[in-house]
């Protein structure tokens, strides 16, 4: 199970952090991903992070997202800098065996949390 918690509303420019918290003992062996669902639009990859700490973003994404994960507290992190009104989607964390920007290839989701970012 993962439950994201970290959205809200914020001014363009400003900060979030969202988080992820993952039950279970095998949070460590799994890749972790952050996409992002607008109103009306399909969900989209943001940001992947595997097991072994390699890191992949989106083209909108790259110099202002983080991806990070502490495996002790079984919690993935993506923080985000520098929002822009674009950003603001349901973002949704998701956990799976492959190392991979697409939705499909993901087992287990999270139930999104709202980002709002207001100019």
């Known amino acids: 199970q993962l439950v994201e918690s970290g959205g809200g509303l914020v001014q363009v420019g400003g900060s979030l952090r969202l988080s992820c918290a993952a039950s279970?003992?095998?949070?460590?062996?799994?890749?972790v991903a952050w996409f992002r669902q607008a109103p009306g639009k399909e969900r989209d990859f943001v940001a992947v992070?595997?097991?072994?700490?390699?890191?992949t973003y989106a083209d909108s994404a790259r110099g202002r997202f983080t991806i990070s994960r502490d495996n002790a507290k079984n919690t993935a992190y993506l923080q985000m800098n520098s929002l822009k009104p674009e950003d603001t989607a349901v973002y949704y964390c998701?956990?799976?065996?492959?190392?991979?920007?697409?939705?499909?290839?993901?087992?287990?989701w999270g139930q999104g949390t709202q980002v709002t970012v207001s100019s």
């Open positions: 279970g003992r095998a949070f460590g062996t799994y890749t």
């Open positions: 998701a956990a799976g065996t492959a190392f991979s920007t697409s939705t499909v290839n993901y087992d287990y």
């Open positions: 992070n595997s097991w072994s700490g390699i890191n």
